[in-house]
């Protein structure tokens, strides 16, 4: 069964750039298992994370590259 990710971002940081390579480059690598990815507007500052089924499989707060 696919399963379908959702990227969430925080606009005014420029995270919509790295949200669609992000997302590109997961439905390249993954496309056997994945379904689809959304990407979704966040309103908290410095916000990103990659979500499945409401688990967070990834999440920038805690890293330098991200900020």
Known sequence: MKRVMTIKYFPKCNRLLRSACMAQELLTTFS???KGI????CGLKRFFHIS?????VFTGKNLIAFR
């Open 38 to 41: 959304t990407l979704r507007l």
């Open 52 to 56: 499945m089924n409401n688990v967070k």
């Open 32 to 34: 056997d298992y994945l």
